[in-house]
């Protein structure tokens, strides 16, 4: 079975990943994968989610979450037109224009 990290009364479940998972998940995702691979796909996926699990296990009570690592504001410019509208000069190369819009051959029945 995939792993599966949830808290419940503080108690942290941890599901653990078989070889079978891993030929499961490529499979569903059409991935030819030889013994070799999948048991080093196996051992990644194992190192990945007991990371997960040691993450999970930090006691985080009281700690707002963030958005970004660093308290940072994003700056802003006044939103300005820098370009004239330049709308005719396109729609007069365009093999067909009507009413302003581009017309297009139709492609799903």
């Not at 998940?25 to 190192?47: D, F, K, P």
């Not at 190369?93 to 581009?102: I, N, R, S």
Request: charged content about 20%; overall charge negative.
């Amino acid at each position: 079975m995939i792993p599966y990290y949830a808290r419940f009364n503080k108690v942290l479940t941890i599901m653990s990943l078989s070889t079978d998972d891993v030929k499961k998940v490529a499979r569903l995702a059409r991935l030819a994968m030889s013994e070799t691979e999948v048991e080093a796909a196996h051992s990644q996926l194992s190192g990945i989610f007991d990371l997960i699990a040691e993450m999970q296990a930090v006691d985080t009570t009281g700690i707002e979450p963030m958005s970004h690592a660093q308290n940072v504001t994003q700056r802003l410019r006044e939103d300005m037109v820098t370009e004239g509208n330049q709308r005719e000069l396109f729609q007069s190369v365009a093999p067909q224009v009507e009413a302003g819009l581009y017309l297009v051959p139709q492609v799903i029945e």
